[in-house]
């Protein structure tokens, strides 16, 4: 167990740790009903680090390992540290485990002969019978190893449709460590109750060569229990197609394809898997807390972190939002705490893409505040969500920065089609306790339903072909060939070939419209120093509404978030806008004459504008009202650029040496191109496991006493490292 330090400036001994048993019916009935939150630590307070003496310092907690986030790359780091003996604190800014990972899809793409393409490739079922299907790629495109891993994600030689060079820059010693990791990674986290359907592809960064990825599932149920592998239709979403869960902020999808009947996955799926395993193996957590400081010793060592209070209140009852489990929680209320890490502190707090001052480092245009990122009502909205607090906290610490440039990849930034939401990636519905935060499902219109509408900036000016607008461009992965820009499906294609890239295929696959950028960019409401490009807005009228079956109603539209405008007339249609959304700093001048102008090219049946004609989609009068408008966001989803790692996962200075007792993972570190929950699981894995290695991470002198160690008597864990 962790220890809570004697320390005499401490007034809050009351609040004590939680260590009720986890039997699996106590387990779920501790749970508490309300809740479920972010990893990515992030927030207002500066952060730094400081050099202290250790006898200089004043501790309220201390632990082997301190892990700072409770998401995709802090949890597997935690059981992994946890499993090798240590004990184990998460600190979250938010209040409860998960954080983007609950918004994910659960499709980890891992690969190099990882045990789930073995299964697939041998024509198995999984060893509890859930599985119901037969494999869904061919057995050739499962027969991988590390070797062909590592070629796939640093080859140099293909691009995605606008030009870019996927893999090209990603770290070269990072993915190697990153590729060798990934079949103990993928038995990791089935050994702590992550079931995987059948590979049905390969995600963003995974590379060309092979199928590598599978979803995380459960199978409904008359009871939710994680061992048993099974989730209520109520705790999965799926019981009302318009409520979300306190356990699933997005409802679980149907994984009848992959797995057979009854079956669903999702990131609720995955991540309640692993945050149970935590728990039940005695990770504590500590929510509510951000941290502020790196604590480092006069060496250069990190030795612990400060942290303050960030408890989220509920903006309607002014309730203090709660996580939904909470054994293993610990429960402070001071101000602000001192933990001490005997052996390191790894870093999981997610990345940039909610910060604005940051991100604008890569794209000038996105210090435009209004753009959220992803997950942004989970994660705790403005000041909080993927904050870069961890990537400022290592820089602070001495670390060096890498790949920043990587965010030119896809799944970077780009315009939704669900409108009416600033939140706008993912849906999320009543239910879950961040819902009042979104104030609003939103409407997917898919890029089709741009047909009905035309896109207006903040000066009520068309600035792009709305068919054209949601556009991104294909990155180079499994199964290849032209529909992936590259020139051979993964059965013919060689990693490292020039001709992957050669210019007369480039001339044939780029296809690339610049939508999001015509978007940002400054247009007449642009004002200096920063010149913010302002909101989007999709405006339709009545008949579009019944043309294209949008649902104007709750709880997919608000007309209380300043996401959503009803009026008669278009002229009141913009002073609405204006004095209805904060980030509206002009009046939509142009609007009415915008509309007159496009209700013209209609009648002539072309486009001169932005050559939108009729080979696009009808196009169709806006002069029915009542007309309406809804917001259309730009999100920033991933961050590609952060700490730079070694294989170890440890934090590297400008010196390209380990900091010692740092590690990080997942979107606070560089270096590599890969989307989402492959690229943070395994670094969680490696993390978890280097830290508790004496070669790699050898414990401090001052440290060998039993007063300065933190005390395992009561853990009943393994001691030595098990695969």
Not at 76 to 84: K, T, V
Request: hydrophobic share 35%; glycine share 12%.
């Amino acid at each position: 167990m962790t220890r809570k330090r004697n320390n005499p400036k401490n007034k809050r001994d009351d609040h004590k740790t939680d260590e009720s048993g986890l039997s699996r019916r106590e387990f779920f009935a501790a749970g508490a009903a309300a809740g479920a939150g972010a990893a990515a630590l992030g927030g207002p307070t500066a952060v730094q680090a400081a050099a202290h003496e250790e006898g200089e310092m004043q501790w309220d907690y201390e632990a082997d390992v301190v892990v700072l986030g409770a998401g995709c790359t802090g949890l597997p780091a935690a059981i992994r540290a946890r499993d090798l003996g240590a004990s184990v604190i998460v600190i979250d800014q938010n209040f409860d485990a998960g954080g983007r990972m609950l918004h994910s899809g659960a499709w980890v793409s891992l690969g190099g002969g990882d045990p789930i393409q073995q299964r697939d490739a041998a024509g198995e079922l999984d060893e509890e019978g859930f599985i119901q299907v037969d494999p869904l790629v061919p057995q050739e495109a499962l027969d991988d190893d590390v070797e062909l891993l590592f070629r796939d994600v640093t080859d140099w030689s293909v691009l995605d449709e606008q030009g870019y060079a996927y893999y090209r820059y990603n770290n070269p010693d990072q993915h190697r460590g990153w590729a060798e990791n990934c079949p103990p990674t993928r038995q990791f986290l089935m050994d702590n109750y992550c079931r995987f359907a059948r590979i049905d592809g390969t995600h963003f960064g995974g590379g060309v060569s092979r199928a590598r990825a599978s979803s995380v599932f459960l199978t409904l149920g008359d009871t939710t229990d994680i061992e048993a592998g099974t989730i209520t239709q109520e705790d999965a979403g799926v019981a009302d197609p318009e409520r979300s869960s306190p356990m699933c902020p997005r409802q679980l999808s149907i994984s009848a394809d992959r797995v057979g009947l009854n079956a669903v996955h999702g990131g609720g799926a995955m991540s309640r898997c692993l945050e149970y395993s935590a728990r039940q193996k005695g990770v504590e957590f500590m929510f509510n807390r951000h941290m502020d400081e790196l604590i480092q010793d006069s060496s250069g060592r990190v030795i612990g972190v400060r942290a303050t209070y960030t408890p989220r209140q509920d903006p309607e009852t002014g309730e203090q939002l709660q996580s939904f489990w909470s054994n293993g929680n610990i429960e402070e209320t001071a101000e602000t705490v001192t933990i001490k890490a005997n052996r390191a502190v790894i870093v999981g707090t997610g990345g940039h893409a909610g910060n604005p001052n940051f991100r604008s480092q890569f794209y000038p245009r996105m210090n435009e505040p209004y753009y959220p990122t992803s997950g942004w009502a989970l994660l705790g909205g403005e000041g909080r969500a993927a904050d870069a607090s961890g990537i400022l906290a290592g820089m602070k610490a001495g670390a060096s920065l890498d790949g920043l440039h990587q965010n030119f990849g896809r799944r970077t930034y780009h315009i939704q089609t669900r409108l009416g939401v600033r939140d706008a990636y993912t849906d999320m519905y009543p239910g879950h306790p961040t819902f009042p935060f979104r104030g609003s499902a939103g409407f997917n219109v898919g890029q089709a339903g741009f047909e009905h509408l035309i896109a207006v900036n903040q000066v009520g000016r068309r600035f792009f072909n709305e068919m054209a607008l949601p556009d991104e461009p294909i990155e180079p992965r499994y199964p290849g060939g032209i529909e992936h820009a590259v020139p051979n499906t993964w059965d013919e294609h060689t990693p490292y070939d020039w001709r992957n890239c050669r210019i007369d295929w480039v001339r044939e696959m780029y296809h690339f419209t610049h939508g999001v950028d015509a978007a940002l960019q400054i247009n007449e409401g642009s004002e200096a120093p920063e010149y913010y490009s302002g909101p989007i807005w999709a405006i339709f009228d009545s008949a579009a509404v019944e043309r294209g079956d949008f649902p104007i109603r709750e709880p997919f539209i608000s007309t209380e978030n300043g996401q959503f405008f009803q009026a008669d007339t278009l002229e009141e249609l913009a002073e609405q806008i204006q004095s209805g959304n904060e980030f509206q700093r002009v009046p939509l001048e142009h609007l009415v004459e915008t509309v007159e102008q496009w209700n013209s090219y209609v009648d002539e049946g072309s486009d001169p504008d932005f050559e939108r004609g009729q080979d696009d989609a009808p196009m169709h009068r806006i002069d029915q009202p009542p007309y309406y408008a809804a917001s259309i966001m730009v999100v920033w989803h991933d961050s590609y650029g952060g700490l730079r790692l070694n294989r170890n996962c440890q934090v590297l200075d400008n010196e390209m040496q380990p900091i010692p007792g740092l590690f990080a993972g997942g979107e606070a570190s560089g270096g590599g191109q890969m989307h989402g929950l492959g690229r943070a699981t395994v670094h969680g894995y490696i993390a978890g496991t280097e830290a508790m290695s004496d070669e790699t991470n050898p414990m401090p002198a001052t440290d060998a006493s039993t007063e300065g160690s933190a005390d395992m008597e009561d853990a009943d864990v393994p001691t030595e490292d098990v695969d």
